[in-house]
């Protein structure tokens, strides 16, 4: 049982660069969520999907686009990458949407910007 | 002041003995609260959830809900090496998930 897949695990990209963090999950959740994780700041909400067809900017949006391509896949995307960008990138699904259903997460990604 | 403050420890009990863990929050309306535990390099995992107040046992587990005071509290009964971890609060209110910055709990033989 696979829950939340994200892709790639580790990355490291050069100032500027763009790239694309991948997230599915099969449990047939409505709304999914993208987090970051830095030293001593604790989880940071990034962008959110309360349903397919629907994003809205979470805590610290600057500088990340999403896109929820169906029910399954919600992707983030960094266009112009800042070494301030440096963390782990967590994606997390949830059943019912924000209220009483808790979230589960991927593994993560661990991304560096040099 | 943080929507949902933790602190941050290190906690340090022995094997065996009863880890207490605290959280407060400053919404009163938040209405829904989670206990997930993260080991290092690891994703977050969820271990209680919470809606009302009073306790709710899970195993060695119990979490307990103090809406008028606003704070969250984890008891670990018997606490195992296996349990050293970081443990985050998250509280929901209105629109979003908000969590604390975690407490590290080192659980030593």
């Known amino acids: 049982n696979a829950g939340v897949t994200q892709t790639p695990k580790f990355q490291v990209l050069k100032t500027g660069q763009s790239m694309t963090l991948q997230c599915a999950q099969d449990m047939n959740h409505n709304s999914m969520y993208w987090y970051r994780q830095d030293p001593g700041m604790g989880l940071r909400l990034i962008y959110y999907?309360?349903?397919?067809?629907?994003?809205d900017k979470g805590e610290v949006p600057n500088g990340y686009n999403v896109s929820r391509l169906n029910k399954r896949e919600f992707s983030l995307r960094l266009e112009s990458a800042a070494p301030s960008q440096t963390s782990v990138y967590f994606c997390?699904?949830?059943?019912?949407?924000?209220?009483?259903?808790?979230?589960?997460f991927g593994d993560g990604t661990r991304l560096s910007i040099l | 002041q943080k929507e949902v403050e933790q602190n941050s420890g290190p906690l340090s009990v022995p094997e065996g003995a009863i880890a207490s863990l605290n959280c407060t929050y400053s919404?009163?309306?938040?209405?829904?609260f989670f206990w997930y535990r993260q080991y290092s390099g690891k994703s977050p995992e969820l271990i209680m959830s919470i809606y009302s107040n009073g306790d709710k046992e899970d195993g060695r587990f119990t979490a307990q809900l103090n809406k008028a005071s606003q704070y969250v509290s984890l008891l670990i009964r018997d606490s195992q090496p296996s349990d050293s971890a970081t443990y985050l609060c998250a509280v929901y209110n209105t629109d979003k998930l908000i969590f604390g910055t975690g407490t590290r709990l080192q659980v030593f033989p």
């Open positions: 919404d009163r309306v938040s209405q829904s």
């Open positions: 999907s309360a349903s397919e067809g629907t994003t």
């Open positions: 997390a699904s949830t059943g019912g949407g924000w209220g009483n259903q808790p979230q589960h």
